[in-house]
């Protein structure tokens, strides 16, 4: 029995060798599924007897058994799957040279000459019908334009009704439609472009039909070169539509006739492919039953093998063990009684355990206390130092390092009033104030510097320690990054600032309008030169109707308005500031060629213009040069802005940008950040392109808006 499992490998091997695919055989997938599942068969029951072997000297309980019943019932099965395995086969041969008999090539081969001929006779027809009108006078005059429309499509009507077509259309020299007609409607005012047949047909001057298949069937085109003296002058394109119930059973037989075919081309391997399809019903059973057999044989041997398992587990100390109910038979009182002896032995060794549990708990809660509180520290984003009452460094945490940029080599134990480390002084003075103080809790606010000239403003909140049952006194401080706060903070009050201010400015702003209006009324003819003089109150309108528009959207938004793209010309807004600084003789505006435009928002690219002149104006002195131009690339239009003014410190152009920080005494520091908004919400920068020699600013902006073409 032990060599039974051996055995049935070897005739397993003996059939994958002789259903093997070679080359010529057209077995597809199937044919290696089966192969394979045969060599998976074959190397689990080579691995099952030779593990069988090697337990010949201490067989596993019950393992003798559960061979036995697997064996048995696999055999059972295997010799009549062979038999119909055998019997199949040879049904299938004799079927096929039931099917593929010589009478029904014939059949097929006439139904199909027939379908052909059908064909050939319906585009003879048309051709001959279609050889009459190429020479025809009336269509050839009305292709060459000397005939009415109405009188072009009666006679063309009449054509159609006669030859039996569904729709006829005449074509010009330039593929231009004359006249179109059709049954049972008009002719589409957009008729379908000619086809490669047709310009070929024109060229060669020869008749030509195709088949198409339209929205109601196939229909057959015809097309007829007009002829006027050998030359083509137009084109006669009909249409006729076929019977569809003749078509459809043509459309039948060539189907079935290449199905047939087909199947005749691939007879072997159909009988291949059915001898493999048997082969694999007969392999899925095989397993399947193997498996069945398996599990049964599990659970008449399960017992045994549980309880001779769970002895040795025990023997090992393992107590847990608990064996899962058998069935109410002798096997099942075993195991209901070994399961009794292991509870009685785990119940004793509980309690012996338990003395022994309750000697280390007390250990074991303070060191989780302690993990506790280190797991809190370290996942805190808030920063904590725990200071003793001689100003040492005690505890900090990560948070700590973080907001405070201290080196990882930095390690507690330094007196903090002593701290070498610039980032700590101020916090040692905070805690010098605490401890010096007669409450017990401080706070404050205030900003640090860090090493990479930033600054980072803090809340510090400081309680005193008297932890009389330790010993410890000290005193703990918890620090906050509120930066991102106190910025929202003062960009909320700027805001405020700035709607009210908005309020204020927009009231004088009509009487300044109305009042530069009637100066260029009333007193245009009273000048000297009256083009300097439309220029000037030109301005003062055209930027009183810009701070209109950007006050109305700014008070109703309380940020700055959305750009409103449109294609402007650089060179107006060149010619705008030019205009607007032509009274500094140090202003030099150079302008670009007529051809270059820009998608943007003129109003708010000229306040990024006038904010950059005024700058560079407030910088410079008599005899250095301002200097104003454009440029372009394949992606942007880039104004610049370059003067010989003293230039910017590095310090300062690190936050040149920034909102509220100004160099000028008088400055509010929104002019480069609103003019910097201004860039990025066109898709574009505001980019210092160098600090002094000249001090190079330069506005670069898309030439097109985001998802259009150039």
Not at 471 to 477: P, V
Not at 685 to 695: E, N, Q
Not at 700 to 706: E, Q, S, Y
Request: net charge negative.
């Amino acid at each position: 029995m032990r060599l039974m499992p051996l055995i049935m490998a070897s005739v397993l091997i003996s059939v994958t060798v002789l259903v093997w695919p070679t080359a010529g055989d057209d077995v597809g997938l199937l044919g290696w599924i089966n192969v394979s599942v045969m060599l998976v068969l074959t190397l689990l029951l080579l691995r099952y007897g030779i593990r069988l072997l090697r337990q010949r000297s201490e067989p596993r309980p019950g393992s003798r058994l559960r061979a036995k019943l697997v064996v048995g019932l696999v055999g059972m099965l295997l010799v009549p799957a062979m038999v119909i395995q055998l019997a199949a086969s040879q049904m299938v041969e004799r079927g096929m040279d039931v099917w593929f008999d010589v009478r029904v090539d014939t059949l097929l081969d006439r139904a199909l000459n027939l379908a052909q001929g059908f064909y050939e006779r319906l585009e003879k027809d048309m051709k001959r019908s279609l050889v009459g009108y190429v020479s025809d006078g009336v269509l050839v005059a009305a292709a060459s334009g000397n005939m009415e429309y109405l009188a072009t499509s009666a006679y063309l009507a009449e054509v159609r009704e006669k030859e039996g077509w569904r729709k006829a259309e005449l074509f010009d020299i330039n593929e231009r439609q004359i006249s179109g007609v059709q049954v049972g409607e008009l002719s589409s005012l957009e008729p379908e472009p000619l086809s490669d047949a047709a310009r070929l047909s024109m060229r060669l001057g020869r008749v030509a039909t195709e088949m198409k298949t339209g929205e109601d069937g196939e229909v057959v085109v015809g097309y007829a070169p007009l002829l006027a003296a050998s030359t083509v002058v137009g084109l006669l394109r009909v249409e006729m539509k076929m019977p569809s119930g003749v078509i459809q059973d043509a459309r039948s037989v060539e189907a079935d006739y290449r199905n047939y075919r087909q199947l005749e081309h691939n007879r072997q391997a159909i009988a291949q492919t059915f001898t493999h399809a048997m082969l694999f019903v007969t392999l899925i059973v095989l397993v399947l039953a193997g498996l069945v057999g398996l599990m049964f044989a599990r659970r008449l041997t399960a017992p045994i093998g549980d309880l001779a398992h769970a002895l040795r587990r025990v023997t090992e100390g393992d107590l847990d063990v608990a064996i899962i109910e058998a069935p109410q038979d002798e096997l099942g009182s075993l195991v209901r009684s070994f399961n009794k002896m292991t509870t009685r032995l785990k119940r004793h060794a509980d309690e012996i355990d338990q003395a022994q549990h309750e000697l280390t708990k007390a250990l074991d809660t303070t060191r989780q206390r302690q993990y506790v509180l280190e797991a809190l520290l370290a996942n805190l984003h808030t920063g904590v130092l725990l200071v003793d009452s001689e100003g040492r460094v005690r505890l900090l945490n990560q948070a700590v390092r973080d907001i405070l940029h201290l080196p990882a080599s930095w390690t507690p134990g330094v007196d903090l009033l002593q701290a070498s480390h610039g980032n700590l002084q101020d916090i040692g003075d905070f805690y010098d104030e605490l401890r010096h103080q007669h409450e017990e809790h401080l706070q404050r606010e205030f900003d640090i510097s860090l090493p990479d000239n930033r600054e980072v403003h803090v809340l510090a909140r400081g309680a005193r320690l008297n932890a009389s049952g330790s010993g410890f006194t000290g005193f703990l401080l918890v620090i906050d990054d509120i930066s991102e706060l106190a910025e929202a903070q003062r960009n909320r009050a700027w805001a405020e600032v700035a709607r009210r201010l908005a309020h204020e400015i927009k009231n004088p702003l009509t009487p300044i309008k109305l009042s530069a209006e009637r100066l260029q009324r009333r007193f245009r003819v009273q000048v000297d030169n009256e083009q300097v003089f439309d220029a000037c109150t030109q301005s003062i309108i055209g930027q009183v109707e810009r701070l209109q528009r950007l006050i109305a959207d700014f008070s109703t938004l309380a940020r700055m308005p959305q750009p409103k793209l449109r294609m402007v010309s650089v060179n107006l807004l060149l010619r705008e500031m030019n205009d607007l600084f032509h009274g500094y003789h140090r202003v030099s505006v150079r302008l670009c060629d007529e051809q270059w435009q820009s998608m943007c928002d003129p109003d708010q690219v000229r306040q990024v213009l006038i904010n950059l002149m005024d700058n560079a104006v407030s910088a410079t002195e008599e005899g250095q040069m301002i200097c104003l131009y454009a440029g372009l690339t394949d992606e942007w239009v880039e104004w610049h802005v370059t003067d010989d003014g003293a230039g910017i410190d590095e310090q300062a152009a690190a936050r040149l940008f920034e909102a509220y920080y100004s160099t000028k005494s008088n400055g509010s520091g929104l002019g480069l950040a609103i003019a910097k908004r201004i860039a990025e919400d066109h898709n574009g920068d505001l980019l210092l392109v160098s600090l002094a020699k000249p001090t190079h600013f330069c506005l670069r902006l898309p030439r097109v808006a985001a998802g259009e073409g150039a």
